[in-house]
């Protein structure tokens, strides 16, 4: 086991790699001089100087690549000159923002989602199965943002039932129960699309597998038909809905940008975007490069999930 | 082409779906001559205007612009950027897939390396970074949203297109002389479009709600200018205030990702097969039973099958897969069922048990007495707790019949635990001490095995372990030992035959193998097109087989307990359980054919312990003594 998850950390080294050098190509899009570029309303020429110095910023841009590397490895992000504070340390603080909530929203879409499409596909074309179905097309379809304010104004306006925006109260807060009640509602709209895409593939992977061989071999056993579909039928079907959890993941953690806008989460995504917005490139950068190596590292631990549920997997 | 758009409109739901959209392009198409007011002109005396107010249908918005007039404009714009997003990301990307599928190798290597590394990105991610790099705008939006679509099509058509790049036409084009460049457009190209179109298909309601999204978040369209996206971005700051301000722009996005979502599933499933014969349906736990005449019981032997029928009824064809079928098994007695494959005895075997797929599985007539009682017509409670326990059953392939992904020595456990309370630790004594009477080495270590990890031997051993747990009175073995080696063969009979002997368990050993029947079995019975046309002791038939069809079974067995033998030396082919002559079933592939076999339905003639079907036997059982 051990040595499965070393060979996955050391196959994922040139994906890292791969990631960084896409961020730097496409940073290196932007039009102009690339110290005016990174300080935007900053640029004073002290400033131009010293920023090309820090990241050599003058030389060929094989080396400035290399220097920029170098300083992420050593856990040098560079500075953020709209908020004037270390990249990393913004960038860490709000991921863990996104985390709790992008965390919760998995968990609320992948079990959803598997029972959902598990139920739909024991029920076949009965009337909870048409049900699902006919959520899940819905889910589907909501843009989450929009889906955000209508959630704000049924149940934080209309009814009181949960806080309008934000993560903690601003007066008194700042315990669990308080943070469970701020996160309620933009931890299910995150959730809904991932919900519905794994309904659907689970209520097919389940239907595949309710046809082979050994699922008549548990029912000809007198295995009671409950047991046949979550037990015997779900864990030869999460071997294909596995790596769909991987990919929504992915959705899920890219996607809560629009739900930190709309809920004010102070999370990685609004950072972004507002980083974006001011031109602050160094916080892009160095956002986008720090949750995509998370979500790289977490694919890898999904690997290693899928590898532990199957044992035909060599590891 | 027709019957794809007859399949598509079949389904109502794309229909609708399909429609819907058809409605919003024409409008979205016509807004510049429709009689809308300006869309970019403020008036803010008219500010927040509620739905159905004086000239402005929908109301007006935080700077009393017609709303009615910028939802069109706006989805004009919306749908605009995500076709030509669409378009572009299909192009490139698909480019980028006939490339490196054509032309393989390195080529191929490199371009999908990159590919893998775009599509390890969280995908908005790398929109907003691409975004951040080339400044807000809707067609920097445009661009990044094409751009992180281009892998998804990338991958896909390379994999179409690596099977086409060495089709003999491809090759032959090569031969003609022609370059790189000219078979790529006019060899492989043609045959890529399609799947082009279904991608785009499927991904062009993505790209309409990811711009939307970008917009949203500011990063797309630039004020005055709007598209869904930004509207709904701008009315959230008088969410509370004035909802319908958002409520429009945002009802819009839905209705247009929700009809092109309908269409797009309408066009997958028009387009895949296996839906269409309806094959992905989910089998019950118990086969169908809708019978229109029921024998009375209580039936004789340990299981007396009477008159049963089984069909499967396919759209609006029926197959007749069983047809009539009587038999009965003594306490511990070996009866042989025998056929080709299709002759409907698995199907026999089966509906004992309400096993046969359901749908299309129908048990149409007849019962299975077990104890004086009808299995058939039983509940599936009570079904459930003799399956297994009182009836069990081995299957043919135990790589396919065993779960894969649970160790044999739980399954073993699990087959006794769900029929009776077992303590934990004295489940995993039994597994071991049954794994040990089927006489598998190591038996302590291999209860933790998984399927895989044995031989196919062995897991046939586990399967027989299984029908074992519960001590039976009968088993039913459906051509336990077709899919093992002919020595592997020899020992998993040979083991059966001991086990049924020391406990005085009923077989029911179905095979198309007389071989293993004369090794095997007390009795047989000779199955044919659904029906039973032979049925005798093993010794009788053997020495003097009566029905024509018997004969020609043997004669292609040349030595018995042989390897693994397909009936093909019979010419002809067994006859399509849909089209079963008036007359004797055999009657087509029959030398001894005569008018009379064709004209009637043959009946069973019996004689002795001996019974046959047909006008003209090999042997007069009747004279023949049994
Ligand atoms: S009934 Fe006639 S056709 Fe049928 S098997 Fe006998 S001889 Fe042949």
Redesign the pocket.
């Known amino acids: 086991m051990g040595g499965y998850i070393l060979k996955r950390l050391v196959s994922a080294v040139p994906v890292l790699l791969g990631i960084t050098v896409i961020v730097f190509l496409i940073m290196a899009l932007i039009p102009g001089d690339p110290a005016t570029a990174i300080l935007g309303s900053y640029a004073t020429p002290e400033n131009v100087e010293k920023i090309n110095r820090d990241l050599g910023l003058d030389k060929p841009a094989v080396a400035r690549y290399f220097i920029w590397l170098g300083n992420m490895l050593t856990g040098d992000f560079g500075r953020s000159f709209s908020l004037n504070r270390p990249v990393l340390d913004e960038v860490l603080e709000r991921f863990g923002a996104t985390l709790v909530l992008a965390g919760t929203s998995f968990v609320i879409c992948s079990v959803l989602g598997i029972v959902a499409g598990a139920v739909s596909a024991a029920r076949q074309y009965g009337l909870a199965d048409k049900a699902i179905t006919f959520a899940v097309l819905i889910g589907i379809s909501i843009p989450s943002f929009f889906l955000g304010m209508m959630m704000i104004l049924a149940f934080a306006v209309e009814r009181r039932w949960f806080p309008v925006s934000g993560m903690y109260a601003i007066y008194g807060g700042g315990d669990l129960p308080d943070l469970a009640r701020h996160l309620a509602m933009p931890a299910v709209a995150l959730a809904v699309v991932a919900t519905g895409v794994i309904a659907r593939l689970a209520r097919s992977a389940m239907l595949e597998v309710l046809r082979l061989d050994f699922i008549r071999t548990a029912r000809a056993k007198g295995v009671p038909e409950r047991r046949v579909i979550w037990h015997h039928a779900l864990k030869a079907a999460m071997v294909s809905i596995i790596p769909v959890l991987g990919i929504q993941a992915g959705f899920v953690l890219s996607g809560a940008v629009y739900i930190e806008i709309v809920f004010q989460w102070p999370g990685i995504g609004r950072m972004l975007v507002t980083a974006i917005l001011q031109r602050d490139i160094l916080l892009v950068q160095g956002g986008v490069v720090f949750v995509a190596a998370c979500y790289v590292l977490f694919n890898i631990a999904v690997d290693v999930v899928q590898s532990l549920l199957d044992p035909r997997i060599k590891t | 082409m027709t019957r794809f758009l007859w399949l598509l409109a079949r389904n109502q739901l794309a229909l609708m779906g399909g429609i819907v959209l058809v409605l919003v392009v024409l409008v979205c198409v016509l807004v510049p001559v429709l009689p809308l007011r300006p869309p970019d002109v403020t008036n803010t005396a008219d500010r927040f205007l509620a739905p159905f107010s004086d000239g402005h249908l929908l109301g007006t918005d935080h700077l009393g612009r017609d709303l009615l007039s910028r939802l069109l404009w706006g989805t004009r714009l919306s749908l605009a950027v995500g076709f030509v997003a669409a378009i572009a990301a299909a192009t490139l990307g698909s480019a980028i897939g006939i490339v490196a599928g054509y032309f393989g190798g390195r080529t191929d290597n490199i371009i999908m390396r990159g590919v893998d590394m775009l599509m390890a990105f969280p995908y908005i991610l790398l929109a907003l970074a691409i975004v951040a790099a080339l400044g807000p705008g809707l067609l920097n939006a445009l661009i990044a949203v094409a751009a992180v679509n281009i892998p998804f099509f990338a991958r896909n058509i390379r994999g179409i297109t690596v099977g086409i790049a060495h089709k003999e036409f491809v090759d032959a084009a090569r031969l003609a002389g022609k370059g790189h460049l000219a078979i790529l457009t006019t060899e492989i190209l043609p045959n890529v479009i399609p799947v082009i179109v279904i991608a785009m298909s499927t991904t062009i309601g993505w790209m309409i709600l990811e711009t939307a999204g970008l917009s949203f978040l500011g990063l797309g369209s630039q004020p005055p200018q709007a598209d869904l996206g930004s509207m709904l971005g701008e009315a959230r700051a008088a969410l509370i205030t004035n909802p319908h301000t958002s409520v429009v722009p945002g009802v819009m996005i839905f209705v247009i990702v929700i009809s092109i979502n309908l269409l797009g599933d309408g066009v997958r499933d028009a387009l895949d097969p296996r839906l269409r014969s309806g094959a992905l349906s989910r089998p019950r736990p118990a086969t169908n039973v809708r019978r229109e005449s029921v024998p009375q019981g209580p039936g004789e032997g340990v299981l007396d099958i009477r008159e049963l029928e089984t069909q499967f009824h396919v759209g609006k064809r029926i197959y007749r897969a069983v047809n009539r079928v009587s038999l009965t098994i003594a306490p511990g007695e070996c009866l042989g069922l025998i056929g080709e494959s299709g002759s409907g005895k698995s199907v026999t075997a089966l509906s004992v048990m309400g096993l046969v797929a359901s749908p299309p599985g129908v048990i149409t007539g007849g019962a299975a007495f077990h104890e004086g009682r009808d299995l058939i017509g039983a509940p599936y409670r009570d079904l459930r707790r003799l399956r297994g326990d009182r009836v069990a059953y081995i299957f043919q392939d135990p790589l396919s019949t065993l779960h894969p992904l649970i160790r044999v020595g739980e399954q073993l456990a699990e087959a006794i635990r769900v029929h009776h309370k077992v303590p934990r630790a004295e489940l995993r004594r039994r597994a071991v001490e049954l794994l040990g009477a089927v006489r598998i080495p190591n038996a302590e270590s291999r209860v933790d095995s998984y399927p895989h990890e044995m031989s196919g031997g062995m897991r046939q051993r586990v399967a027989i372990a299984m029908a074992l747990a519960n001590e039976p009175e009968v088993i039913i073995a459906d051509e336990p030992t077709t899919a093992l080696d002919v020595t592997v063969q020899a020992q998993v009979l040979s083991l059966l035959d001991d086990l049924r002997r020391e406990r005085g368990v009923a077989i029911l050993f179905i095979t198309h193998d007389f071989g293993v029947v004369a090794q095997m079995c007390d009795r047989v019975a000779v199955m044919y097109g659904g029906r039973i046309?032979e049925e005798a002791a093993t010794a009788d038939i053997l020495n003097a087989p009566a029905?024509?069809?018997t004969k020609r079974l043997m004669d292609c067995v040349p030595e018995l307990g042989g390897g693994r033998r397909k009936l093909d030396a019979i010419p002809g082919l067994p006859p399509a359980v849909d089209k079963l002559p008036p007359?004797?079933?055999?009657?087509p592939r029959?030398d001894?054919?005569?008018e009379?076999?064709?004209a009637a339905p043959?009946a069973m003639t019996r004689a002795g312990g001996r019974a046959v079907?047909?006008?003209?036997?090999e042997t007069d059982i009747a004279k023949d003594p049994a």
């Open positions: 046309v029905h024509p069809y007359g004797c079933a055999f009657a029959c001894k054919v005569r009379a076999c064709r043959v079907r047909c006008l003209y036997p």
